[in-house]
């Protein structure tokens, strides 16, 4: 079992939709969770960070995080197309120093 | 600006060739890391350093060395043991050890001749 499993995509939904990305992991000492955003050939830049149980807004994005069951979210209100991108969950255990990263869900937005 | 700023942006290696990628960051941060991508996949963790002259292997660390003599440079070396190592390689930084959000450059695409 991989540490950080995220639903295989790809994942398309209409311009205007909510998309949704959904995220495992499965060490419960973990304690901050990102969303990065990656286009194709580019790095990833950080769109969201979560640390307590619950969600957070920022703007159309919403991360939600749900420790007991160890699962958190990306949701995307409003998709445009220019959210079309590969998203990476990242996991981060402090006490280890360093994140664990999921294969990604590639989203694709249709005008 | 501040940034991190990795070279070259492509890179091409000969059989039995050790090549070195390079990393800068101007942010003042303490955490810098090396994660290498393969297509379509996530990034696996090569080394990392918390501080200067320190660093620990990652989860894939056997092929590769790192120093760590500046707080500001943290270049990646890919020796000819690496037999593999056509890959997408990112440098990050975080601000503190304990801090992972992480910022990345822009990353050198490795390919073998």
């Known amino acids: 079992q991989k540490e950080v499993e995220q639903n295989s995509g790809p994942l398309s939904v209409p311009e205007g939709a909510i998309a949704s990305l959904n995220c495992t992991y499965s060490?419960?000492?973990?304690?901050?969770f990102f969303w990065y955003r990656q286009y194709s050939g580019k790095s990833p830049e950080l769109i969201m960070f979560?640390?307590?149980?619950g969600d957070k807004e920022d703007g159309r994005f919403t991360a939600q995080l749900n420790k007991a069951s160890q699962y958190v979210s990306l949701l995307i209100r409003d998709s445009q197309p220019s959210d079309s991108a590969t998203y990476l969950c990242?996991?981060?255990?402090?006490?280890?120093?360093?994140?664990?990263f999921g294969d990604g869900t590639t989203l694709t937005v249709k005008p | 600006d501040g940034g991190i700023t990795q070279s070259p942006k492509y890179l091409f290696r000969k059989e039995g060739q050790n090549v070195t990628l390079s990393c800068e960051q101007n942010?003042?941060?303490?955490?810098m890391y090396w994660y290498r991508q393969d297509p379509g996949q996530g990034l696996r963790l090569i080394y990392y350093?918390?501080?200067?002259?320190?660093?620990q292997k990652g989860d894939i660390a056997e092929g590769y060395s790192v120093s760590r003599e500046k707080k500001e440079s943290f270049p990646l070396t890919v020796t000819s043991a690496q037999k593999n190592p056509t890959a997408f390689y990112l440098c990050?930084?975080?601000?503190?050890?304990?801090?992972?959000?992480?910022?990345f450059g822009s990353g050198t695409q490795l390919s073998v001749l």
């Open positions: 979560i640390y307590s149980n």
């Open positions: 350093s918390q501080i200067v002259n320190d660093f």
């Open positions: 990050a930084s975080s601000p503190r050890v304990t801090n992972e959000k992480l910022f």
């Open positions: 060490d419960r000492g973990s304690q901050s």
């Open positions: 990242a996991v981060t255990n402090t006490n280890a120093g360093k994140s664990t």
């Open positions: 942010l003042n941060h303490d955490a």
